[in-house]
T-cell receptor, first 115, second 110 residues
Framework: NAGVTQTPKFQVLKTGQSMTLQCAQD?????MYWYRQDPGMGLRLIYY???????DKGEVPNGYNVSRLNKREFSLRLESAAPSQTSVYFC??????????????FGPGTRLTVL | QKEVEQDPGPLSVPEGAIVSLNCTYS??????FMWYRQYSRKGPELLMY????GNKEDGRFTAQVDKSSKYISLFIRDSQPSDSATYLC??????????FGQGTILTVHP
């Protein structure tokens, strides 16, 4: 049981380049999330998917798109990377409401630098 | 004003000390309260969870919630160097909105 996995672990991009961050979970969770973490800002929600086939914007969605490929996988895409998107990105998943405490389980993170 | 305020520290204590980490919040709709621990270059992991006012104990860790004052705390007894990490408080409303604090960096030195 790997939990939540993310690829890649590290990435360096030039301004204007695009890339997709991959996330997968093997806990049969319905809900999945993408966060970014910046010094002094805590974790900020970018997008989330309450269930397969649905996605919604979080606190800081501008510059990002997401795809809930299936129940296991939730990807985050940067179409035209900007230096302001330099951050550590975390994917998380949680069980359906009513079955647990909505505890979110986090992946190990992707460290992205945009030059 | 942020809905959840957490002193970022850093906090440095000697081994064996009692550590107190705190968060305040402004949204009365928060019903569930959590503490996450995040080691350097790792993802956050759930440490404690509670939904009522009062204390909840788990080994050396005690989570305290005071809903009337909108204040939560995490106490670590007999702190160890392995407790060195960033501690994030997190809160959920009854309708599922989750908000994290900024995180407090803790260092326990031998």
């Amino acid at each position: 049981n790997a939990g939540v996995t993310q690829t890649p672990k590290f990435q360096v991009l030039k301004t204007g380049q695009s890339m997709t961050l991959q996330c997968a979970q093997d806990m049969n969770h319905n809900s999945m999330y993408w966060y970014r973490q910046d010094p002094g800002m805590g974790l900020r929600l970018i997008y989330y998917s309450a269930s397969e086939g649905t996605t919604d914007k979080g606190e800081v969605p501008n510059g990002y798109n997401v795809s809930r490929l299936n129940k296991r996988e939730f990807s985050l895409r940067l179409e035209s990377a900007a230096p302001s998107q330099t951050s550590v990105y975390f994917c998380a998943s949680s069980a359906p409401r009513g079955m647990s405490t909505d505890t979110q389980y986090f992946g190990p993170g992707t460290r992205l630098t945009v030059l | 004003q942020k809905e959840v305020e957490q002193d970022p520290g850093p906090l440095s204590v000697p081994e064996g000390a009692i550590v107190s980490l705190n968060c305040t919040y402004s949204n009365s709709a928060f019903q569930y309260f959590m503490w996450y621990r995040q080691y350097s270059r790792k993802g956050p992991e759930l440490l404690m969870y509670t939904y009522s006012s009062g204390n909840k104990e788990d080994g050396r860790f005690t989570a305290q919630v005071d809903k009337s004052s909108k204040y939560i705390s995490l106490f670590i007894r007999d702190s160890q160097p392995s407790d060195s990490a960033t501690y994030l408080c997190a809160m959920i409303t009854s309708y599922g909105k989750l908000t994290f604090g900024q995180g407090t960096i803790l260092t326990v030195h031998p």
